[in-house]
Protein backbone atom coordinates (compact mmCIF):
# COMPACT_ATOMS: atom_id res chain seq x y z
CA UNK A 1 0.00 0.00 0.00
CA UNK A 2 1.39 3.57 -0.67
CA UNK A 3 1.43 6.44 1.37
CA UNK A 4 -1.43 8.63 -0.47
CA UNK A 5 -3.56 5.27 0.06
CA UNK A 6 -2.79 6.58 3.96
CA UNK A 7 -4.40 9.57 3.46
CA UNK A 8 -7.41 8.20 1.62
CA UNK A 9 -8.04 5.42 3.98
CA UNK A 10 -8.08 8.04 7.28
CA UNK A 11 -10.84 10.26 5.67
CA UNK A 12 -12.84 7.34 4.74
CA UNK A 13 -12.67 5.74 8.60
CA UNK A 14 -13.37 9.81 9.60
CA UNK A 15 -16.34 9.40 7.74
CA UNK A 16 -17.51 5.90 8.13
CA UNK A 17 -17.14 7.03 12.32
CA UNK A 18 -19.64 9.62 11.43
CA UNK A 19 -21.89 7.49 9.60
CA UNK A 20 -22.03 5.41 12.59
CA UNK A 21 -22.38 7.91 15.27
CA UNK A 22 -25.44 8.63 13.26
CA UNK A 23 -26.58 4.91 12.33
CA UNK A 24 -26.47 4.47 16.54
CA UNK A 25 -27.87 7.99 17.29
CA UNK A 26 -24.33 8.66 18.99
CA UNK A 27 -23.37 12.17 19.45
CA UNK A 28 -21.69 13.73 16.97
CA UNK A 29 -17.58 13.79 17.45
CA UNK A 30 -17.84 11.81 20.60
CA UNK A 31 -15.71 8.75 18.85
CA UNK A 32 -12.24 9.17 18.51
CA UNK A 33 -9.66 7.85 15.99
CA UNK A 34 -6.34 6.00 17.47
CA UNK A 35 -4.11 4.59 14.68
CA UNK A 36 -2.60 1.89 15.98
CA UNK A 37 0.98 1.83 13.93
CA UNK A 38 2.64 -1.08 15.58
CA UNK A 39 5.05 -2.77 13.38
CA UNK A 40 4.44 -0.51 10.20
CA UNK A 41 6.94 1.50 8.90
CA UNK A 42 8.08 5.28 9.28
CA UNK A 43 6.80 6.44 6.07
CA UNK A 44 3.28 5.23 6.72
CA UNK A 45 3.47 7.10 10.27
CA UNK A 46 4.25 10.29 8.66
CA UNK A 47 1.63 9.76 5.99
CA UNK A 48 -1.18 9.13 8.94
CA UNK A 49 0.77 12.55 10.55
CA UNK A 50 0.05 14.22 7.12
CA UNK A 51 -3.08 13.11 6.93
CA UNK A 52 -4.30 14.96 10.59
CA UNK A 53 -4.02 11.97 12.50
CA UNK A 54 -2.42 13.17 16.13
CA UNK A 55 -3.73 9.95 18.61
CA UNK A 56 -1.31 6.86 17.53
CA UNK A 57 -1.18 3.56 19.93
CA UNK A 58 1.90 1.57 19.71
CA UNK A 59 2.27 -1.91 21.62
CA UNK A 60 5.88 -2.40 21.97
CA UNK A 61 8.25 0.19 23.99
CA UNK A 62 11.19 0.20 22.27
CA UNK A 63 9.62 0.54 18.91
CA UNK A 64 7.80 3.23 19.81
CA UNK A 65 10.83 5.16 21.20
CA UNK A 66 12.77 4.39 17.98
CA UNK A 67 9.93 6.22 16.18
CA UNK A 68 8.73 8.73 18.17
CA UNK A 69 11.83 11.12 17.95
CA UNK A 70 11.04 10.50 14.31
CA UNK A 71 8.10 12.65 14.29
CA UNK A 72 6.39 16.15 15.21
CA UNK A 73 5.26 16.68 18.91
CA UNK A 74 1.73 17.35 18.88
CA UNK A 75 1.23 13.41 18.46
CA UNK A 76 -0.48 12.36 21.62
CA UNK A 77 0.85 8.52 22.17
CA UNK A 78 -1.15 6.11 23.84
CA UNK A 79 0.38 2.44 25.41
CA UNK A 80 -1.81 -0.21 24.06
CA UNK A 81 0.66 -3.44 24.61
CA UNK A 82 0.74 -5.84 27.57
CA UNK A 83 2.62 -3.44 30.05
CA UNK A 84 4.81 -5.37 32.17
CA UNK A 85 5.55 -4.16 35.66
CA UNK A 86 9.70 -3.44 34.74
CA UNK A 87 8.38 -1.23 31.79
CA UNK A 88 6.03 1.19 33.44
CA UNK A 89 8.69 3.87 34.16
CA UNK A 90 9.24 4.08 30.52
CA UNK A 91 5.68 3.50 29.63
CA UNK A 92 4.93 6.51 32.14
CA UNK A 93 7.58 8.61 31.15
CA UNK A 94 6.69 8.57 26.89
CA UNK A 95 2.94 7.95 26.84
CA UNK A 96 0.27 9.91 27.13
CA UNK A 97 -2.13 7.49 27.99
CA UNK A 98 -1.60 3.58 28.89
CA UNK A 99 -4.68 1.11 27.97
CA UNK A 100 -3.43 -1.77 29.66
CA UNK A 101 -3.41 -1.24 33.27
CA UNK A 102 -5.04 -4.60 34.74
CA UNK A 103 -2.72 -4.78 37.87
CA UNK A 104 -2.75 -2.49 41.59
CA UNK A 105 1.17 -3.12 40.99
CA UNK A 106 1.31 -2.33 37.99
CA UNK A 107 -0.90 1.53 38.25
CA UNK A 108 1.14 1.74 41.46
CA UNK A 109 4.70 1.87 39.52
CA UNK A 110 2.68 3.73 36.56
CA UNK A 111 1.85 6.36 39.29
CA UNK A 112 5.43 6.49 41.05
CA UNK A 113 6.84 7.37 37.57
CA UNK A 114 4.63 9.60 36.52
CA UNK A 115 4.67 11.92 39.87
CA UNK A 116 8.23 11.66 39.58
CA UNK A 117 8.61 13.19 35.99
CA UNK A 118 5.44 15.23 36.58
CA UNK A 119 2.94 14.55 34.40
CA UNK A 120 -0.22 12.81 35.04
CA UNK A 121 -1.14 9.53 33.22
CA UNK A 122 -4.54 8.57 31.55
CA UNK A 123 -4.97 5.13 32.20
CA UNK A 124 -7.79 2.66 30.96
CA UNK A 125 -8.54 -0.62 33.17
CA UNK A 126 -7.90 -3.63 30.71
CA UNK A 127 -11.24 -6.31 31.43
CA UNK A 128 -10.75 -9.31 30.13
CA UNK A 129 -14.84 -9.79 29.52
CA UNK A 130 -14.99 -13.18 28.07
CA UNK A 131 -12.78 -14.63 31.00
CA UNK A 132 -10.27 -16.27 28.49
CA UNK A 133 -7.48 -17.58 30.77
CA UNK A 134 -5.24 -16.75 28.75
CA UNK A 135 -5.87 -13.54 28.36
CA UNK A 136 -4.66 -10.29 29.87
CA UNK A 137 -7.11 -8.32 31.52
CA UNK A 138 -8.94 -8.05 34.92
CA UNK A 139 -12.29 -10.32 35.75
CA UNK A 140 -15.11 -7.87 35.63
CA UNK A 141 -15.94 -9.04 39.32
CA UNK A 142 -12.48 -7.75 40.38
CA UNK A 143 -12.78 -4.62 38.67
CA UNK A 144 -14.69 -2.04 41.06
CA UNK A 145 -12.09 -2.87 43.58
CA UNK A 146 -9.33 -2.38 41.48
CA UNK A 147 -10.84 0.79 40.28
CA UNK A 148 -11.29 2.15 43.73
CA UNK A 149 -7.49 1.60 43.94
CA UNK A 150 -6.13 2.63 41.28
CA UNK A 151 -8.19 6.26 41.52
CA UNK A 152 -6.35 6.98 44.60
CA UNK A 153 -3.20 6.89 43.37
CA UNK A 154 -1.73 10.57 42.62
CA UNK A 155 -0.21 10.65 38.67
CA UNK A 156 -3.25 8.86 36.75
CA UNK A 157 -5.88 9.63 35.83
CA UNK A 158 -8.03 6.55 35.19
CA UNK A 159 -9.96 7.14 32.56
CA UNK A 160 -12.26 4.61 31.28
CA UNK A 161 -12.59 0.50 30.57
CA UNK A 162 -10.14 -0.98 27.67
CA UNK A 163 -11.01 -4.66 26.00
CA UNK A 164 -9.52 -6.80 23.23
CA UNK A 165 -12.62 -9.79 22.97
CA UNK A 166 -11.59 -12.71 20.65
CA UNK A 167 -11.98 -11.81 17.09
CA UNK A 168 -15.14 -12.54 16.27
CA UNK A 169 -17.61 -12.77 13.21
CA UNK A 170 -20.70 -12.33 14.45
CA UNK A 171 -21.98 -8.69 14.84
CA UNK A 172 -24.52 -9.57 17.72
CA UNK A 173 -21.39 -11.42 19.26
CA UNK A 174 -19.40 -8.58 19.22
CA UNK A 175 -22.01 -6.25 20.08
CA UNK A 176 -22.75 -8.05 23.25
CA UNK A 177 -19.41 -8.51 24.74
CA UNK A 178 -18.64 -4.31 23.85
CA UNK A 179 -22.23 -3.93 25.54
CA UNK A 180 -20.86 -5.73 28.78
CA UNK A 181 -17.97 -3.55 28.84
CA UNK A 182 -20.41 -0.22 28.47
CA UNK A 183 -22.27 -1.41 31.37
CA UNK A 184 -19.05 -2.18 33.60
CA UNK A 185 -18.15 1.28 32.54
CA UNK A 186 -21.81 2.65 33.81
CA UNK A 187 -21.44 0.82 37.45
CA UNK A 188 -17.98 1.99 37.76
CA UNK A 189 -19.36 5.81 36.84
CA UNK A 190 -22.59 5.21 39.36
CA UNK A 191 -20.29 4.21 42.29
CA UNK A 192 -18.66 7.85 41.57
CA UNK A 193 -15.84 7.72 39.42
CA UNK A 194 -15.18 10.40 36.72
CA UNK A 195 -14.36 8.35 33.51
CA UNK A 196 -14.91 9.62 29.84
CA UNK A 197 -12.93 6.64 27.73
CA UNK A 198 -14.29 3.39 26.62
CA UNK A 199 -11.67 1.78 24.49
CA UNK A 200 -12.72 -0.63 22.18
CA UNK A 201 -13.44 -1.52 18.40
CA UNK A 202 -10.44 -2.24 16.11
CA UNK A 203 -10.58 -2.52 12.50
CA UNK A 204 -12.85 -5.24 12.13
CA UNK A 205 -15.54 -4.79 14.63
CA UNK A 206 -14.94 -0.73 15.26
CA UNK A 207 -18.94 -0.18 14.05
CA UNK A 208 -20.00 -2.51 16.87
CA UNK A 209 -17.81 -1.01 19.40
CA UNK A 210 -19.44 2.62 18.32
CA UNK A 211 -23.04 0.96 18.38
CA UNK A 212 -22.43 0.09 21.82
CA UNK A 213 -20.40 3.12 23.22
CA UNK A 214 -16.87 3.27 22.39
CA UNK A 215 -15.31 6.24 22.58
CA UNK A 216 -11.64 5.42 20.75
CA UNK A 217 -11.47 3.14 19.00
CA UNK A 218 -8.26 1.56 17.87
CA UNK A 219 -7.44 1.23 14.16
CA UNK A 220 -4.21 -0.57 12.74
CA UNK A 221 -4.82 -2.31 9.15
CA UNK A 222 -7.74 -0.55 8.05
CA UNK A 223 -5.65 2.56 8.22
CA UNK A 224 -1.94 1.60 7.79
CA UNK A 225 -2.14 -1.81 5.74
CA UNK A 226 -0.98 -4.89 6.70
CA UNK A 227 1.99 -5.31 9.34
CA UNK A 228 5.24 -6.25 8.76
C1 LIG B 1 -2.86 -4.32 16.98
C2 LIG B 1 -3.90 -3.79 17.90
C3 LIG B 1 -5.00 -3.05 17.41
C4 LIG B 1 -5.24 -2.78 15.94
O1 LIG B 1 -5.62 -3.96 15.29
P1 LIG B 1 -6.19 -3.94 13.78
O2 LIG B 1 -6.97 -5.19 13.69
O3 LIG B 1 -5.01 -3.90 12.88
O4 LIG B 1 -7.04 -2.73 13.65
C5 LIG B 1 -5.88 -2.53 18.33
N1 LIG B 1 -5.73 -2.74 19.66
C6 LIG B 1 -4.70 -3.45 20.16
C7 LIG B 1 -4.60 -3.64 21.63
C8 LIG B 1 -3.78 -4.01 19.29
O5 LIG B 1 -2.78 -4.74 19.81
Same mark, same amino acid.
Given at each position: ? &? ?11 ? %? ?12 ? =????? @? *? ?10 ? +?? #??? /? ?10 ? +? ?17 ? !? ?13 ? !? %? &? $? ?21 ? !? @? ?23 ? $????? =? ?11 ? !? ?7 ? $???? @? ?9 ? *? %???? &???? =????? #?? +????? /? ?5 ? *?? +??? *????
Amino acid at each position: M &TTTNIAQRYQTLL %HSIIDAERRFSRVQ =GSVAL @L *GVSKKQPMEKLQ +AG #YDA /GLRLMGENYLQE +AQDKMPQLPKDIEWHFIGH !CQSNKAKAVAENFAW !C %H &T $VDSLKLATRLAKASVASQKQLSI !C @LQVNIENEPTKSGISLDSLPALAEK $VAELR =GLSLRGLMCIPTP !CEDEVQSRR $VFAR @LWRAQEDLIDR *G %HNLD &TLSM =GMSHD #YE +AAIAE /GATLIRV *GS +ALF *GERQ
